[in-house]
């Protein structure tokens, strides 16, 4: 499982990843009925060739670790000037160099993180039927999907996912409960209200990461953080169900998030890959971090300060 929250600023997406083509969009009414069913295929030896995913395109099964700063925002929450200073020369070394830092003493309660986990095992072992009650109308990024089996036919992810959005906007106060409430049906108003308060946690949460992403990159600690007050977000939860063979198909495949921030929770399963260097690298999970990256937005801000300062260096 995987909670994943997603600061929505989108650009056009750039990344050295190789290239994964999009599936080819379904063309018989035999393909249109496939459905992904967890709850009969996590119990299925054979798995429709529709899941399974050529070898080059696959992360390293063994994985080396990748090196990602475990940054402690105890004293920057707390009003310190050099605890802060720290914490941003620690975020734009790791933006520099991939993009990927952990987040620990982030002010965010544990138990809202564990009722947030608890949630997603709620929702994902509900029927088939009682899940669709949320499913994703075409063109829309919120909502209920089972894998992409509506719009690919091919190298589809081993995964269902529940998306909703969120807003920072005064007017917006109870925009997660409200949707989940009105699309689930009144029994899910303590779920709904879960996830509103782990979306204004995550807002919160972002608006200091902006802080120090704006520290680093020297234009001030308001700069972003007055331009993201009043964000909006997309929620997702992941939900990757057991597989009889996992080395045949992928829960997510190659992607970049052609975004500003993502906030991502792991539980303790593991298999977060990110490519560095020419090779996949692992991310463990740490229950108590947050796993942050930035998206292509302020990636292509760190390449441009980096090569700014490299010219100012030379220049000297």
């Known amino acids: 499982m995987l909670l994943k929250f997603i600061n929505a600023m989108a650009i056009e997406c750039i990344t050295n990843i190789p290239s994964m083509p999009h599936p080819p969009k379904e063309h018989n009414e035999q393909q249109k009925q496939l459905v992904f069913d967890a709850s ?26 990748l090196e990602v700063p475990l940054i402690d925002l105890k004293g920057f929450l707390s009003g310190e000037p050099t605890a802060a200073m720290e914490a941003s020369r ?39 039927l009682a899940k669709q009650r949320a499913q994703r109308k075409v063109g829309e990024h919120c909502g209920y999907a089972s894998s992409f089996t509506g719009r690919f036919s091919n190298k589809l992810p081993w995964k269902e996912t529940l998306s909703f959005r969120y807003s920072a906007q005064p007017n917006s106060s ?78 997510t495949g190659p992607h970049c998030d052609p975004t500003s921030l993502t906030i991502l929770h792991q539980d303790q399963v593991g298999g977060l890959q990110v490519f560095v260097d020419d090779e996949w690298r692992l991310i463990s999970p740490n229950f108590n971090a947050f796993v942050v990256n930035i998206g292509d937005t302020f990636m292509v801000c760190y390449s441009c300060y980096y090569f700014c300062n490299s010219l100012y260096i030379i220049s000297i």
Not at 105 to 117: E, R, S
Not at 206 to 233: K, P, Q, T, W
């Open 40 to 65: 009969v295929l996590k119990h299925q030896q054979h798995i429709p060739e529709q899941f399974i995913w050529p070898d080059e395109e696959k992360p390293r099964a063994n994985a080396p670790e």
């Open 90 to 128: 620690l975020v734009g070394k790791a933006c520099v160099k991939h993009g990927f830092f952990l987040v620990v003493n982030h002010g965010v309660d544990q138990k809202l993180i564990a009722d947030a986990h608890q949630y997603i095992d709620h929702f994902f072992e509900l029927p088939m």
């Open 174 to 251: 109870d925009i997660v409960q409200d949707y989940l409430s009105n699309t689930m049906g009144e029994d899910f108003k303590p779920f709904g209200r879960v996830y509103q308060d782990y979306c204004e946690a995550m807002s919160t949460l972002s608006l200091g990461i902006m802080e120090l992403l704006g520290m680093s990159l020297g234009v001030g600690r308001a700069h972003y953080r007055e331009y993201f007050e009043e964000n909006d977000s997309i929620m997702r939860l992941n939900y990757y169900p057991p597989c009889q063979k996992p080395d045949l198909t992928l829960g």
